[in-house]
């Protein structure tokens, strides 16, 4: 049982676990940077505790200062949100070992999804098809996977995340200094700099499976299409993955919950593919054993709140829910409103919000912790808020994703809003299906 | 603190129904913690939009960072974050006093919202002063390096 919650997280995410939390009768204590101290879901947290100024090494990612204030608020868990230490497993293992419960998956789940090469393994073992590729710990070793598999291909970083560390070499003579790069990057990003070497599909799309399990079964929430990205980022999440035959979805959900199995998965996580946009034939690529994100979009269609489903797998009840309760309805979008400038490479721009008129309506939900004087810090990433759009079908929704879109205002710094008004407007994406090739193809 | 709480999105698509139903165009609501303007837009298809405004967010201090007098003869931060003199902790710092600098050197860099941004020294010149040390927050603006 779950009665003190600690939210060691920020900005929307915050106040969405924070919303959830205090409808389930839970009293909610945020942990929050200095930088953080007046936001809104400090504002609506029961209880606040400052654990260190803004920079995120001293404050969201302090693992001593988060699991202490946990325990000296007498919490009785602690809900990491996404991102900082959502899927470190030395966090997960200190809060163990003061006695405080931890909002997702086993400390072992963490750490065999955590190495991006063991999930690959573990993925095999479970009999999910993965990219041709594999480890490569030597420079020679690379070299001969290359051969391998031939060009193009990427390489990724072992500990990563986030498309950091991740590089697509297109020729054999770029290959060394892409790998240099490629693993500095890693380097500065996660504190180790091992990649590994896949394949590269040009027509690919992203498609993602939400699986929940409580350790003994385990079921999916459907597809999410996530292909629109920048830098290896998501930009547009869709739910249902569109324009794919019914068949090639149902296989993608089903190998998705044959690994949830497999680890015996506990609490809410998805299951990442890769999908070859002309032939449906998918590869996994990794499994985040957290909330994303984009959870919304699944939670529009389903009738779900996966974070009440995460919260009630951490106070050790079984799943009530089963697949055959899981009826998918009508299709939903969700844009990420950014904090950054489109036209200046999405150069991040912090600063404060003059005037923020969000959408409303029904379909239409808004998740955001950014009101009018709002502060975007500038030590945390640039997600200002997130729309999201619920239609009978998919052309409705991308209806009122225009009719939405036209009316959002944010006054006092660049945004991804006049971008998104694009991307709504553009025939491809009305078309649906589009690969990750296509933000880069967009006319300006 | 609980009590006066936040309408989820559920409770604002049901309030813009009641107005969208109704001759009204807007609805303005203030309580001690926060103010909510529902608005329908210019057009005659034109949806609604929520502006929200909350008592106790919106820290002062912060916007009044902004504002610093114009140093002809400094290289100014490009964007708020943290000014950094080397490529990493440890390694050498991208230029010391007296180096000599063209407009493309880069002089250091200022990490924001976790993605690193080279500074340029935007003119010829010879490094007169390291203004602000390593490892500084700095606002958008705020001078770093002194060119003589």
């Not at chain 1, 809410?268 to 996994?284: K, N, W």
């Not at chain 1, 009738?303 to 309805?329: F, I, N």
């Not at chain 1, 955001?368 to 079908?393: M, N, Q, R």
């Amino acid at each position: 049982m779950i009665r003190r919650l600690f939210i060691a997280n920020r900005g929307e995410i915050a106040l969405r676990v924070i919303r959830t939390a205090q409808r389930m009768g839970i009293t909610t204590v945020l942990g929050v940077s200095s930088a953080d101290a007046a936001s809104l879901p400090a504002l609506m947290a029961d209880e606040v505790v400052v654990i260190g100024p803004g920079p995120s090494p001293q404050s969201y990612l302090a693992i001593d200062k988060v699991v202490a204030a946990a325990r000296d608020t007498n919490c009785d868990a602690v809900h990491p949100g996404y991102g900082f230490l959502s899927e470190n497993a030395a966090f997960a293992r200190a809060l163990a070992e003061a006695g405080i419960g931890f909002v997702g998956p086993d400390i072992a789940t963490l750490e065999g999804m955590g190495d991006k090469l063991a999930a690959r393994a573990l993925a095999q073992e479970a009999g999910l098809p993965v990219l041709p590729g594999g480890e490569a710990a030597t420079r020679a070793a690379v070299h001969t996977r290359a051969a391998e598999i031939g060009y193009p291909l990427l390489l990724k970083a072992v500990a990563g995340g986030g498309g950091k560390g991740m590089r697509r070499v297109d020729r054999a003579e770029d290959l060394d200094s892409v790998l240099d790069m490629a693993q500095a990057e890693a380097q500065a990003a996660f504190g180790n700099a091992a990649v590994y070497v896949e394949r590269f599909v040009a027509k690919g799309r992203h498609v993602e499976v939400q699986l929940l399990g409580d350790g003994t079964s385990a079921i999916h929430l459907g597809t999410r299409d996530c292909s629109i990205q920048r830098r290896f980022q998501k930009l547009v999440e869709e739910a249902p993955a569109p324009a794919m035959p019914k068949a090639a979805r149902a296989g993608i959900e089903a190998a998705a919950v044959c690994l949830a199995r497999h680890i015996a998965y506990r609490g809410a996580g998805t299951a990442e593919f890769l999908v070859d946009a002309t032939d449906f034939s998918f590869y996994f690529l990794e499994l985040n054993a957290r909330i994303q994100v984009e959870h919304p979009v699944t939670e529009a269609i389903t009738g779900l709140d996966l974070v009440e489903q995460q919260l009630l797998v951490a106070s050790g009840k079984p799943l009530t829910l089963t697949q055959a309760m899981v009826r998918p309805l009508g299709h939903a979008i969700e844009v990420r409103i950014n904090a950054e400038d489109p036209e200046a490479d999405f150069r991040p721009a912090p600063g404060r919000i003059a005037r923020a008129a969000w959408p409303a309506g029904p379909g239409i939900r808004v998740d955001t912790h950014i009101a009018a004087g709002g502060e975007v810090p500038p030590f945390y990433d640039s997600l200002l808020g997130k729309l999201i759009v619920h239609g009978a079908t998919r052309e409705a929704a991308v209806g009122m994703l225009q009719a939405a879109l036209a009316n959002l205002v944010i006054d006092g710094v660049p945004t991804t809003t006049g971008l998104h008004r694009r991307i709504a407007a553009d025939p491809r994406f009305a078309l649906g299906g589009v690969d990750t090739g296509f933000l880069p193809g967009l006319p300006a | 603190m609980s009590e006066d709480l936040p309408l989820t999105a559920e409770d604002i698509a049901e309030i813009v129904s009641i107005i969208e139903a109704s001759p009204y165009r807007e609805l303005d609501l203030a309580t001690r913690r926060f103010r909510l303007r529902l608005a329908r837009g210019d057009g005659a298809e034109a949806g609604f939009t929520q502006e929200w405004q909350w008592a106790g967010s919106a820290p002062e201090a912060a916007a009044a960072a902004a504002m610093h007098a114009a140093d002809p003869d400094a290289v100014a931060a490009p964007l708020p974050g943290t000014f950094y003199h080397a490529p990493q902790p440890g390694a050498p710092a991208f230029v010391t006093v007296g180096d000599v600098v063209g407009p493309e050197t880069v002089v250091g860099i200022v990490e924001t919202m976790k993605l690193m941004n080279p500074v340029h020294a935007g003119r010829a010149g010879t490094i007169a002063d390291m203004i602000v040390p390593n490892a500084t927050m700095v606002a958008k603006g705020q001078p770093l390096i002194r060119l003589a």
